[in-house]
């Protein structure tokens, strides 16, 4: 525990997530890999909705650049057969969080990142407009690390401390709020888990909203 956040040690190097941990948008400490798969969020509009995901490429493993490439439009597309089936497709989290727990960001959170596509949140549409997406390198049915966890809480007690509007019943997966078309982060995601950790470790909002 460092004075002001968590310090994790992935791949012999330190990530320190504080509690004031965003500077314009970007996550102080860790990677950065620009997407172009981003917009401006409409005017006036306040950050207020956390949305998990998970992505592996190719499907099933783990490892290597193919998701940054993907959300960067550099993916060689005869790496897989499955890669035809995305080719063309523009798309990008703000986040992803590896299975070693090393993050990086593609998409500063003052912009609109496209990892939500057609999507509903309590009859508000378009969830790309207020929302921050984060990734988890994984699949539904397969448990996420440890690492992914840690660090997933210590983003979240960041995001929320910058972005208020994002309670506790505001933090949901992409199935969720695009059901019958996406079923992430799956049943392998322990939700309980997950929502413990942060009601233990920070001071997020658990007002209803």
Request: with cysteine; proline share 4%; aromatic share 8%.
């Amino acid at each position: 525990m460092t004075q002001h956040g968590i310090q994790h040690t992935v791949k012999d190097s330190v990530i320190t997530l504080s509690n004031d941990g965003v500077l314009d948008g970007w996550l102080k400490g860790v990677r950065r890999v620009v997407s172009p798969n981003c917009n401006q969020r409409p005017a006036d509009n306040e950050i207020s909705l956390l949305v998990i995901h998970n992505i592996s490429l190719p499907p099933g493993q783990y490892g290597g650049d193919h998701i940054e490439r993907f959300f960067t439009n550099r993916l060689d597309h005869s790496l897989d057969p499955f890669y035809k089936e995305i080719e063309g497709v523009e798309v990008s989290s703000h986040l992803l969080i590896k299975r070693t727990g090393e993050i990086v960001q593609f998409v500063s959170f003052d912009e609109r990142a496209w990892h939500a596509g057609a999507s509903t949140f309590k009859t508000r549409e378009n969830c790309n407009d207020f929302s921050i997406g984060v990734e988890l390198e994984g699949e539904d049915e397969v448990p996420y690390t440890d690492a992914q966890y840690e660090v997933l809480v210590s983003i979240t007690r960041c995001l929320t401390k910058e972005y208020p509007a994002i309670s506790i019943d505001r933090i949901i997966g992409h199935q969720d709020i695009s059901p019958g078309r996406k079923t992430d982060p799956g049943k392998a995601f322990d939700w309980e888990r997950y929502f413990d950790q942060i009601k233990a470790k920070s001071d997020i909002s658990t007002e209803v909203v």
